[in-house]
């Protein structure tokens, strides 16, 4: 997996042949997406940040470098969910897929951050 192997798109804007395998990581299905119309690989609800986190960080930037944090030990928890989107990764491109309307503050940057750094401790 290289860094170029994860991208981050939000849900809203166009799919591309590009993308790879294009991965929902949101616990919630967006506003406004008719499934049909996602063009999804998967959705994989199971790796986004727990409801009392999420709610906790409500998109507050100040909270950013905390909610990476505890986010990140959730997912060293979260296995099957990892593994599964480690395996899509090692096959070709994926997209990470978001709602958020903050594209630097958002679960998907901060799983990629994740995956990215998981990937070097290997």
């Known amino acids: 997996m290289t860094d170029s192997a994860i991208r981050l798109k939000r849900i809203y ?26 063009a999804l690989t998967l959705w994989l609800k199971n790796i986004a940040p727990s409801t009392d986190l999420r709610h906790w960080f409500n998109h ?19 296995g099957e969910a990892v593994h599964t989107l480690r395996d899509y990764l090692a096959k070709g ?24 750094k998981a990937r070097e401790a290997d």
């Open 13 to 38: 804007d166009p799919a591309s042949p590009d993308d790879g395998a294009r991965i929902l990581v949101d616990r919630l299905w967006p506003r406004g997406i008719r499934k049909d119309d996602a």
């Open 60 to 78: 507050d930037p100040a909270l950013w470098e905390e909610f990476c944090r505890r986010y990140h030990a959730e997912l060293s928890t979260s």
């Open 93 to 116: 491109p994926v997209t990470l897929l978001y709602a958020a309307h903050d594209t630097v503050h958002n679960n998907a940057v901060a799983l990629a951050d994740y995956l990215r």
